[in-house]
Nanobody, 123 residues
Framework: VQLQACGGGLVQAGGSLRVTCAASGRTFSTYTVAWFRQAPGKEREFVAGISWSGGTLYYADSVKGRFSISRDNAKNTVYLQMNSLKPEDAAVYYC?????????????????WGQGTQVTVSS
């Protein structure tokens, strides 16, 4: 499986944006997928994750209630809908995946990574 993240851009605080993680490969439905983000000068942090079945969802406390992760296995795609964006949400967003894995918050749990997509939030 290979991943490609897209959909980042510039949005005003309070606005919404949806980033997409598109995967190639026939076995995408067996992969748990997570979104991480990294702001300048900060460590990469877990944002949200969805199990391979879609039945388990986890969110970082900082985005809970504002972000929503979902997947469409028929389209080999995972989405991260981001609402009520804040300036502190600005970062490069990465999607990552691991086969048959539980949803974990550690980036070490994921062995497939896409390139990042930049999200900028203006105040």
């Amino acid at each position: 499986v290979q991943l490609q993240a897209c959909g980042g851009g510039l949005v005003q605080a309070g606005g919404s944006l949806r980033v997409t993680c598109a995967a190639s490969g026939r076995t995408f439905s067996t992969y748990t997928v997570a979104w991480f983000r990294q702001a300048p000068g900060k460590e990469r942090e877990f944002v949200a994750g969805i199990s391979w079945s879609g039945g388990t969802l986890y969110y970082a406390d900082s985005v809970k209630g504002r972000f929503s992760i979902s997947r469409d296995n028929a389209k080999n795609t995972v989405y991260l809908q981001m609402n009520s964006l804040k300036p502190e949400d600005a970062a490069v967003y990465y999607c990552a995946a691991a086969a048959w894995a539980p949803v974990l918050r550690s980036q070490d749990a994921y062995n497939v990574w896409g390139q990042g997509t930049q999200v900028t939030v203006s105040s």
